[in-house]
């Protein structure tokens, strides 16, 4: 059985792609999979370099110390085939209705599910603006942040749905309706 549809969720850091995303899943239970393009870049590198995956993958100082390196990496990688990561992170994923990619970065990581998966792909981009995203921890760093992995989607205007996660922003409860809204319609 494949994916009857796949949300493309994208965000600046601290922006609370995994926040929102952990909540949309605790809502849809076992008929998602999160999945994280990321992931396929962490482990090859965690793999190469004798890093930690675990402590890669989570919330810490560990992973920003590690960014910039990963970036250089998975750039070079994808120079070569744009679709290898999200191709690799759909070969991992579990057979479930719904999968939420939880960190697209790139035109070419939408290009590639559009071109693969077709009418059953729907884009969210999660907005917060930088004094929330501050306030969450977010310090600017060059080479990070100034870089198409983080850039790339800025002046992207064909989202399906847009969600305010900064300031202003609706209750949760609304936040996630509106993302559930998106699947009934598909
Ligand atoms: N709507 C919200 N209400 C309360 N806390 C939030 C909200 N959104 C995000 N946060 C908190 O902000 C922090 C950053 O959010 P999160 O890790 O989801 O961001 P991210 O976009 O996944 O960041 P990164 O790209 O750096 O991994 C987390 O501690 C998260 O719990």
Redesign the pocket.
Known sequence: MSPKVILLFS??????????T?HLQELLKDRCEILKISQPIKSHWARENNLNLNELLS?NEYKEQYRLDMIKWSEAMRDKDYGCFCKQACLNAADKPIWIV??IRRKTDIQWFKETYKDIIKTIR?C?DDDTRRA???QFKSGVDDVASECDLDDYTEWDLVIN?GEG?QP?KE?LSSIISLISLS
Do not use: E, H, M
């Not at 965000?11 to 926040?19: A, E, L, Q, T, V």
């Open positions: 965000g600046k850091r601290k922006s609370g792609k995994d926040f929102l952990d919330d939880s960190d999660i917060a969450r921890g977010y996660n922003r949760l936040q």
